[in-house]
Nanobody, 123 residues
Framework: QVQLVESGGGLVQAGGSLRLSCTAS????????VAWFRQAPGKGRDFVSA????????YYADSVKGRFTISRDNAKNTVYLQMNTLKPEDTAAYYC????????????????WGQGTQVTVSS
């Protein structure tokens, strides 16, 4: 079993940066692919980014490509999402999710979820 806890959200002005962290419990974190999703009020949960078990492969939604960077430190059981040049449309609750071995961009295919962290970008 893997339990996930997100942190690092907050209020930032447009053009600013935030770094989200997703810290996992369990000794087999390195066997899990991890993804970030976000959900704005009244909308569905959208894929943001994903990273493979080793960190060697990363994936991004077109809307964040070039601005967000996902990384992981398996020794610390943590995945990071560095968010730069934030825009008001990035405002959402951000969730990390994990599934064994292979990442996907579909939220229903993830078994484990964190509680979410709010990111608010003011214009």
């Amino acid at each position: 079993q893997v339990q996930l806890v997100e942190s690092g959200g907050g209020l930032v002005q447009a053009g600013g940066s935030l770094r989200l962290s997703c810290t996992a419990s369990g000794r087999t974190f390195s066997n899990y692919a991890v993804a970030w999703f976000r959900q704005a009020p009244g909308k569905g949960r959208d894929f943001v980014s994903a990273i493979s078990t080793s960190g060697g492969n990363t994936y991004y939604a077109d809307s964040v490509k070039g601005r967000f960077t996902i990384s992981r430190d398996n020794a610390k059981n943590t995945v990071y999402l560095q968010m730069n040049t934030l825009k008001p449309e990035d405002t959402a609750a951000y969730y990390c999710a994990a599934r064994p071995y292979y990442s996907t961009s579909y939220p229903h295919e993830y078994d484990h979820w964190g509680q979410g962290t709010q990111v608010t970008v003011s214009s």
